[in-house]
């Protein structure tokens, strides 16, 4: 009587998972640390793969412990690599299950790019293998029992779990077997199948009869639920149907039994007769339509004895009136399975092998974060530079501190000696000849890789929009331009920069022009530097005078200004915030990231004090110039002022301008490169 039904597995063919996640992740992460951890997940997922789907497997636990894992990191991916069209693209094709094939040896099959529709299968074969599993025990003792009753509850929640997402996983019609239908059908068969298991342990427990009559009775309903939903099926196995008509009838005629078994503890021995008439014309219909497939002849004799003994003693003895079936009163029913709810890690065994690596959602919301912080942090240290120029061309404007240091009028003054010293160290005119030498090619090379990426992009819209207009609704390819939206869009913002950077080269080599000469004169030797400087009288009468010193404790104070600038930028630029963290709480809190309010909230924590001191900063070196320029006036009137002197001043002013031009243009150009090289 024990006939169990049980799903065969999906085959699938092989899938190289190595390549693909290897050039995501070569393209996404820069560590090489992080590169080789990844690659080497990638590498033993594709292992996984091949133990889970690309092999014949044992109907045993460890053999369903290698799908459940599978699964289970399916889903721990999904999150955090872009599996889609237009990004990371792998397909996966799967036979279906209940196809025989055709006589020319084909069989129905499909290919999608869709980790869902991956997904979807590997839990089928989780459901079909724990439904082989539970149809592998041993019916006789209790072990065999739970452990089957445990499997076929597993199998039921695989299926109704499918059913209940293939659709919106897929976004198009599936296979026969992994239908809403098909799935629905064959979760409600392991359900059945489950509560018979519940029903045989009670049996063989020799609990009441009460309560085994019930357990029988909803055995008996999910068998029949099961037999309408798969009335319609033609792509299940023939058996399929019979056995579920035999099944119902078979474990109504139990209960009937066993409620008859009840009525006579209770002395109503007419109702015992009734109940064992109906449980006898329950197991002839089932004798006569399905003995192909079920046998019922251990119950059908057991009834029969029952119901010769019930009529004997009830003729003789009792003469109690034998009710109409329709009289009888309904059995309860008792249901002690529900479907596993499928809820993942599914296997308690699972380990993460891309633990370290964030989910996209996250991902997303850190590249939005660092771009806001870099905004932040830009318009910070621009503020700072633009005021440390502003004040470099006041003060060269004005000979400072060159003016005070070159009372005696016939040696080169200290500061001009340092700036000369330090655009030597830097490379002198070598080094920005060389920058402005190789920004030109660097610009042209992304120039070429851009408008190669755009005609590709223009070609596969106009192929894609060739066949759209030959085969209609039957191109169901996203389109194109919908497609690579994102692509154009980065195109279009990469044009514009390359743009910008071709007027700033413009800007760099005009500036260059103006101060080159000057910046040559301060790559000379000290003598012949000393040498190019117009010597000048000595300006005796302001040696010692309170304004000089005054002029020199305000330009002392110009570049403590400067330095605290410089260690404010550093700290600026080293601040940092485990974003990560606070998102990917977020994440699991809300299921979702609202990364603007996060990122907003956190930027102003970290940076709010910084933005505070740059504006203090900026306030103080607005007052020390004021300071400066009203003490050089009262210097300029009481210094004496003849032709050569007004020469050599100029002079030095220009050496000054050149040194904070030569500073700026090898910076400007220096990021320039930086930049347009990680676009490269």
């Not at 300071?627 to 003849?642: A, G, L, R, V």
Request: glycine letters at 4%.
């Amino acid at each position: 009587m024990a006939t169990f039904v049980s799903v065969p597995l999906k085959k699938s063919t092989e899938v190289d998972l190595v390549k693909p996640l290897t050039k995501f992740i070569s393209a996404t992460y820069s560590a090489a640390e992080d590169q080789g951890e990844y690659v080497r997940a990638a590498e033993e997922l594709n292992k996984l793969r091949k133990s889970a789907v690309g092999r014949p497997l044992d109907k045993h636990e460890s053999s369903l412990e290698v799908l459940l894992r599978y699964y289970d990191q399916l889903c721990a991916i999904e999150p955090k690599f872009p599996f889609s069209e237009n990004q990371l693209c792998l397909t996966f094709t799967w036979k279906d299950a209940f196809d025989k094939g055709s006589l020319f040896g084909g069989s129905v099959k499909l290919a999608l790019a869709s980790l869902g529709y991956e997904k979807s299968c590997v839990l089928f074969n989780i459901g079909a293998l724990a439904s082989q599993i539970a149809y592998e025990q041993n019916f006789d003792n209790d072990e065999g029992l739970k452990t089957a009753a445990k499997y076929y509850q597993l199998a039921s929640g695989a299926f109704s779990y499918i059913k209940d997402t293939v659709l919106s996983a897929l976004n198009r019609e599936p296979t026969m077997d992994i239908s809403p239908d098909a799935v629905g059908a064959l979760s409600q068969i392991m359900l059945a199948q489950a509560q018979e298991v519940f029903f045989l342990k009670a049996t063989s427990d020799k609990m009441k009869d009460a309560i085994i009559a019930r357990l029988a009775n909803q055995a008996a309903d999910f068998y029949g639920d099961a037999f309408k939903q798969c009335q319609y099926k033609e792509n299940l196995p023939k058996e399929v149907l019979p056995v579920l008509a035999a099944k119902h009838c078979i474990m109504q005629a139990n209960a009937e039994y066993h409620q008859s078994l009840l009525a006579k503890q209770q002395k109503k021995f007419g109702e015992e007769i009734g109940r064992l008439q109906h449980a006898t014309e329950l197991v002839k219909t089932v004798a006569s339509r399905y003995d192909e497939y079920i046998n019922v002849k251990d119950l059908s004799d057991k009834i029969s004895r029952a119901l010769t003994a019930a009529k004997k003693d009830n003729d003789f003895i009792y003469h109690d009136r034998v009710p109409d079936l329709k009289d009888l009163e309904a059995i309860g029913k008792a249901a002690l399975v529900k479907s596993t709810v499928i809820k993942v890690p599914i296997s308690q065994k699972f380990t993460d092998l891309f633990e370290k690596m964030v989910p996209l959602a996250v991902q997303h919301s850190m590249s939005a974060y660092n771009s806001r912080k870099a905004e932040i942090v830009n318009r910070l240290i621009g503020q700072m530079r633009e005021a440390t120029n502003l004040s470099n061309g006041v003060l060269a404007s004005l000979n400072l501190p060159a003016a005070v240091e070159d009372l005696s009028g016939d040696s080169i003054p200290q500061s001009i000696l340092e700036k000369s010293r330090a655009i030597i160290q830097q490379g002198g005119l070598q080094s920005i000849d060389q920058l402005i030498k190789d920004l030109p090619e660097l610009l042209q090379r992304n120039r070429e890789i851009l408008d190669e990426s755009v005609r590709i992009l223009d070609e596969e819209e106009a192929t894609d929009n060739e066949l759209r207009n030959k085969f209609g609704q039957r191109w169901q390819r996203t389109a194109s331009n919908d497609l690579y939206k994102p692509l154009r869009t980065e195109g279009g913002n990469l044009c514009k920069f390359l743009d910008q950077a071709v007027q700033a080269d413009k800007v760099v080599k005009e500036r260059y022009s103006t101060h080159r000469d000057m910046i040559a004169l301060l790559c000379k030797p000290e003598a012949e530097l000393n040498a190019a400087i117009p010597s000048a009288n000595p300006a005796k009468t302001l040696q010692g005078s309170e304004v000089v010193s005054v002029l020199r404790a305000l330009l002392a104070n110009v570049n403590e200004v400067k330095m605290e600038r410089e260690k404010l930028e550093n700290d600026i630029k080293s601040a940092q915030c485990d974003m990560t963290s606070k998102f990917l709480t977020a994440l699991a809190q809300d299921g979702a990231i609202n990364e603007e309010a996060i990122s907003v909230t956190e930027l102003d924590n970290i940076y709010g004090g910084y933005t505070q001191k740059v504006q203090q900063s900026l306030k103080i070196q607005e007052e020390i110039l004021g300071k400066i320029q009203n003490s050089h006036q009262e210097f300029s009137t009481m210094k004496q002022s003849n032709a050569d002197a007004n020469q050599r001043e100029e002079m030095l002013k220009k050496l000054a301008a050149a040194h904070d031009s030569y500073v700026e243009l090898s910076n400007n150009l220096r990021e320039g490169t930086k930049v347009c090289t990680i676009h490269y």
